[in-house]
């Protein structure tokens, strides 16, 4: 029974570190086909729409994760097990996965978004709150919980974590130059509000079958300006470790601008084309510090999915946490600046209404994500059908940098509100009863409530 409970902890464990890893939201890319999206200028800003607008409410969701489930679940004649499971070989798992495991995600709320038309124009002005985060795990931490430390030093490459949360005012504006031809853009003012990067550029591992050392360096950036970590020069002396009176102040500040291009060549054909988020944010730190190991902890002999359970992998993770956090002593940096560019996106589409039926359209888009770390292109081909004034869908399907994807997405009219919600995912499905993908992928949420003026 104590190993049945063990198993259960285990694949739940491993559920949860999927979640966790494979949960920016970009743009809406099926906004390029509903008609009339009140939000559509956030995919292009040279969209023109028809009348002005206020949004209620817009929250969206995407991540890119380059493993799924499947890397560390495995099905055998014993039921599903982890890849620490004594019948898989070293060569699948850990060796099938890529060199670092990387994840990018992020989080937007629209606070209040409102536009106008003013003759061949159209303005925009909103406030979002957006939160962009990360994570990379070297490959090798997983061949030495499989593997065991023998004795030797290893090198474990790359260990990055990073979280930011910012708000965004951001104008727009577009204009139609003539009967086929749109330009249009849009200047957003970055302030930064809090974050946190834990970037380790060196970490070795040397072992024997009684003890183990970590040797390190990194850096701990830390952007709260009323906190105050104490450095080793500080740590006996009465600086505070907090400085409340500084009160709330942004982090920093940051500008990044969209350009776009929307051109109607001719009846029923439409060509878009548009660069997100150029630029970045200079974050100040007001605690920065610059640590090295090594740190010393009793060795992990021989470890293996069969001599491991939830109390062992407990206390050696309290253990571990401990040692970490004694040797963790800020040391005083002054560059207190970093610059971090906004992950850039570039937006291709194309779109024909169907001469026999205008509420038909075909098309296709291509997009590209310059994300930390985990780059991301695809292409899609696309369908809208708009059967009633009131409902317009659109679905689409292609293939991208992680694997084949599709996307749905569905407005519906009452009255002068419009209710819009879309989805996209790859294929290969999920964990049963679970949110966790099984194979690498690219996914987004997006949902919003908006009222037409």
Not at 11 to 25: F, I, P, W
Not at 101 to 109: F, V
Not at 201 to 209: D, G, M, Q, V
Not at 272 to 279: E, K
Request: neutral net charge.
């Amino acid at each position: 029974m104590r190993t049945s409970n063990n198993k259960r902890w285990y694949l739940s464990l491993t559920a949860l570190l999927g979640a966790v890893l494979c949960l920016n939201a970009q743009s809406f890319q099926e906004s390029f086909y509903l008609r009339n999206y009140a939000l559509a200028y956030r995919y292009n800003p040279a969209i023109v729409r028809d009348n002005g607008f206020i949004s209620l409410g817009q929250v969206s969701a995407s991540s890119q994760c380059n493993v799924g489930a499947s890397s560390f679940l495995f099905p055998t004649d014993d039921g599903l097990v982890t890849g620490l499971h004594s019948s898989i070989p070293s060569e699948i798992f850990p060796g099938t996965l890529p060199e670092n495991i990387r994840y990018r995600g992020s989080l937007n709320a629209g606070i209040f978004a409102y536009g106008f038309r003013k003759g061949n124009t159209f303005h925009t002005f909103e406030l979002n709150a957006r939160s962009i985060y990360g994570v990379s795990v070297p490959r090798q931490l997983f061949e030495l919980v499989k593997l065991g430390t023998g004795s030797g030093t290893l090198g474990l490459g790359e260990f990055r974590v990073d979280a930011d949360l910012f708000a965004e005012l951001a104008y727009g504006y577009s204009r139609r130059l003539n009967d086929w031809l749109s330009l249009g853009a849009r200047a957003k003012l970055l302030l930064p509000v809090c974050g946190a990067l834990v970037d380790i550029n060196r970490l070795s591992l040397t072992a024997s079958e009684e003890e183990l050392a970590i040797g390190y360096d990194g850096e701990l950036y830390l952007t709260n300006r009323t906190f105050h970590l104490k450095t080793e020069d500080e740590a006996s002396s009465d600086v505070p470790s907090k400085r409340s009176k500084l009160g709330i102040l942004p982090s920093g500040a940051g500008l990044a601008v969209d350009l776009g291009l929307v051109a109607t060549p001719a009846e029923g054909l439409t060509l878009s084309l548009s660069v997100l988020d150029l630029g970045g944010i200079y974050w100040y730190y007001g605690n920065r510090s610059a640590t090295s190991g090594p740190i010393m902890f009793e060795g992990l002999e021989n470890v293996g999915y069969e001599n491991l359970n939830a109390n062992y992998l407990k206390d050696w993770l309290v253990e571990t946490a401990k040692g970490y956090l004694e040797i963790m002593k800020p040391v005083s940096r002054s560059d207190r600046w970093r610059w971090q560019s906004m992950p850039l996106e570039a937006n291709l589409g194309v779109k024909y209404e169907m001469p026999f039926y205008r509420r038909l359209a075909v098309g296709a888009t291509g997009r590209y994500l310059a994300n930390a770390g985990l780059p991301y292109g695809e292409g899609r081909f696309g369908l809208e059908v708009n059967p009633l004034d009131w409902l317009d869908l659109t679905a689409n399907v292609g293939y991208g940098s992680l694997g084949a994807v599709w996307g749905v997405a569905g407005a519906v009219k009452m009255g002068h509100f419009r209710l819009t919600a879309g989805l996209q995912s790859g294929f290969g499905g999920t964990i049963p009863r679970k949110i966790v993908p099984l194979a690498p992928h690219f996914k987004s949420f997006s949902f919003g409530l908006s009222y037409d003026l």
